[in-house]
């Protein structure tokens, strides 16, 4: 469990490689669906948005004899002490890198594997310096909107996620920018973009190291929320709209998108129709009631009927994504 898809698919593709499957969730609700699977081991991320994993740890240890472990990127001291409070059988550092937490999960479970296990394919290194762009952008965009704990969250998620792909640098300039967020007043906000400034300068260096070209920096074009329970679909379009210059907030069930809609304000909101807790313009009420200048954008198999549900736009999945974002960027300036 661990609230960064890109860190899940990481572990799930590199432990695969070496003989185990890996089911993974990353929040409550796909715990509630793990109720009762046959499982040899569970690995928990501590700091998540709806809970601490050592809380979680605490919680479910009482009702499985299946050994629970916290894998995070907090210093191991920290890490040691929060495993013992909760009762976990034990923990493993993200420093670690991903062979390395391979190799302890089979140390765990009495593995064997090879030297191979856990090795990191190179073009990881381009979709970790394109999600950490996102991340520094919509960290940058909770500063100025004064939620320091959102961009904490996102440097947090960053530095274990580059941790794991054995980007060290990358994950002490983002444990860096994070210890200044603690910081009060016009000092600790200019110190944090400059800390900010040394970690762009940091994943410059990584994607140079690694022959990943770097696209130019953008101006912020808006603030997008999305809300799509594909994995994939949402990834790419989120993607294509972070290199368009929008700081994007994403949501994957409505219930979600509901917590997040408060969380300061959108230019658009692109709802997807079909969702695993209901519908997407379920949400337009809400919406229209708490941000009446934001945009709203279904999207779904059938845009024209869609468009009958109150939306500023409806358009069709069938589209290329590109033509979904340009259709978003138009719809964000009026």
């Known amino acids: 469990m661990d609230d960064s898809a890109f860190a899940l698919e990481l572990a799930r593709t590199a432990l695969a490689e070496a003989g185990i499957v890996a089911v993974c969730g990353r929040d409550l609700q796909d715990l509630k669906k793990l109720h009762g699977a046959d499982v ?116 947090h998620t960053l530095a274990g996620e580059a941790a794991l792909l054995g980007q060290h640098d990358v994950a002490s300039a983002a444990v860096a920018s994070r210890a200044i967020i603690s910081a009060d007043g016009a000092a600790g906000v200019a110190a944090f973009e400059a800390a900010v400034t040394a970690l762009r300068t940091t994943l410059d260096g990584a994607a140079a190291a690694a022959n990943v070209p770097r696209a130019a920096a953008v101006t912020v074009a808006g603030r997008v929320l999305l809300l799509d329970d594909s994995e994939l679909y949402r990834s790419v379009i989120m993607a294509m709209l972070e290199e368009a210059g929008f700081e994007v907030v994403e949501a994957r069930r409505l219930s979600e998108a509901r917590h997040r809609m408060r969380a300061g304000h959108y230019d658009v909101a692109v709802l997807d129709v079909q969702l695993e807790d209901g519908h997407g313009h379920e949400l337009i009420g809400d919406l229209r009631a708490h941000a009446p200048k934001t945009r709203i954008v279904l999207l779904s198999a059938d845009a024209q009927d869609a468009g009958a549900r109150g939306a500023d736009l409806a358009l069709s999945k069938l589209l290329e994504p590109g033509e979904i974002v340009a259709a978003i960027g138009a719809l964000a300036r009026p």
């Open 40 to 155: 040899d081991l569970v690995l928990m991320d501590v700091e998540m948005p709806e809970a601490f994993g050592d809380d979680v740890a605490s919680m479910i240890g009482g009702e499985t004899p299946v050994p629970v472990y916290l894998l995070s990127s907090l210093p191991g001291e920290e890490l040691e002490r929060r495993a013992r409070e909760c009762g976990a059988a034990g923990y493993i550092e993200k420093q670690l890198g991903i062979a390395g937490v391979v190799a302890y999960v089979r140390s765990i479970l009495g593995v064997e594997g090879t030297a191979g296990d856990g090795q990191v394919p190179s073009r990881l290194i381009g979709e970790l310096i394109a999600t950490a762009t996102g991340r520094i952008r919509r960290a940058e965009g909770a500063m100025h909107r004064g939620d320091a704990p959102a961009a904490a969250a996102e440097l």
